[in-house]
């Protein structure tokens, strides 16, 4: 019955619903008694209902002049109510004006106040890393202005595709090359070679994910470049991605070239994530000392036309490279090649890409003057092309 729901009601949730339009029964009263006994309790009836109604609604609108019902239903009022209620005629029960418009307001002021003020922080974030990146790249080449790090617009060009690319390096896999055969076809005639397999196992295709290196090492600094007193330029892991995604009109872009990773207490982990090929257990330098022997391991990073220039390895060692992801193209001479034809005078500071673009179509036109042994192997490829905008 409507009196026994809201009681209910206001015990069981704290709020009273509003009856419709109407008398209201006392608690036992039903359909049936109401019509048999209308006449016979009347007036006195009427008088405990209005008393009942007033006491739990003492602010009640009378029914309009039409008839029709106001209430809209039953409409639910909190019985502790934080700001006072007015009686509405089309509406219903509704907040004072005021006070509602006042609280939005004031919700409205402090969400714009935020959504500046987190506006302001990614500006300022922006500004910094832009500064940090100007500054490293102003330490590595300090050659170029900012403009001059992509005055060729080589990210336009097709000087990066590999479809024409002649593979001239033999290949071997693992599982059929044994340490013995490796010592005899590749080690002692000093000859490269390319193995496939060697990382199927290593955590390192796995957790060197550019997305998952962030996540791991967001402010670990790597090694980035040099300036021109041999001084390492670093950047955070954060500042470099950002980089990468951001800067990718650069020439010949920064790569992350550092030989602390496995030494650097924030990044000592990674040396877990990759194990040496038993091809290459056998090392000389270990008996150096980790402190006197020179730089033997680096990990590498860099988006697309970024690279080493030509150079030969630390005291003319022999090195192994993995490639966990992405791709990357190698050109190899053999020792007794002419270096000023690789490394001409005045473009020994060329990036890795000028040098694709500069000095090795020439080398493959006349390769007879580089070394007469390379002739039958460079004629054999196609040249390389490269359209400019």
């Not at 002692?188 to 994910?209: M, S, Y």
């Not at 030969?312 to 050109?331: E, M």
């Amino acid at each position: 019955m409507k009196i026994a729901r809201a009681h209910d009601r206001l015990r069981t949730t704290g709020s009273l619903s509003r009856p419709k339009a109407g008398p209201v029964l006392p608690p036992g009263h039903d359909e049936g008694m109401q019509q048999g006994t209308a006449e016979e309790n009347g007036e006195s009836q009427q008088t405990w209902i209005d008393g009942l109604n007033q006491s739990l609604f003492p602010s009640e609108p009378e029914p309009s002049q039409s008839g029709e019902d106001d209430s809209n239903g039953e409409e639910s009022i909190a019985a502790a109510a934080v700001r006072p209620l007015k009686p509405n005629a089309k509406e219903g029960w509704a907040p004072v004006t005021a006070a509602a418009a006042a609280d939005l307001s004031r919700i409205q002021a402090e969400a714009e106040r935020a959504k500046e003020e987190a506006a302001r922080h990614r500006r300022e974030k922006h500004e910094e890393r832009e500064r940090m990146l100007c500054k490293a790249k102003k330490r590595a080449r300090n050659d170029l202005s900012m403009a001059g790090w992509s005055k060729h617009q080589y990210y336009r060009s097709d000087i990066q595709a590999v479809d024409d690319v002649v593979e001239t390096v033999p290949r071997e896999h693992c599982d059929s090359l044994s340490v013995e055969d490796f010592i005899e076809k590749y080690d002692k005639p000093q000859l490269p070679v390319v193995i496939d397999g060697l990382q199927a196992n290593w955590d390192a295709t796995e957790k060197w994910d550019p997305k998952k290196l962030l996540k791991r090492f967001p402010n670990v600094k790597f090694k980035v470049g040099a300036d021109d007193a041999g001084y390492p330029v670093r950047l955070s892991a954060r500042h470099f991605m950002k980089y990468v995604r951001d800067h990718n009109t650069d020439d010949s872009p920064l790569y992350a070239f550092d030989s602390k990773f496995a030494d650097r207490k924030a990044t000592r982990s990674m040396r877990d994530d990759y194990e040496i090929p038993d091809y290459w257990k056998e090392d000389l330098f270990k008996h150096c000392g980790e402190k006197m022997r020179p730089p033997y391991r680096w990990f590498v990073m860099g988006p697309a036309r970024s690279g080493s220039g030509i150079h030969i390895d630390p005291l003319a060692t022999s090195a192994w490279n993995a490639l966990i992801f992405g791709r990357k193209r190698w050109v190899l001479f053999p020792p007794d090649v002419d270096k000023n034809e690789v490394d001409p005078k005045g473009k020994s500071n060329l990036g890795a890409i000028e040098w694709f673009d500069r000095v090795l179509p020439a080398i493959m036109r006349d390769p007879e003057k580089v070394n007469p042994a390379l002739a039958p192997t460079l004629n054999s490829l196609e040249p390389l092309t490269l359209t400019k905008p």
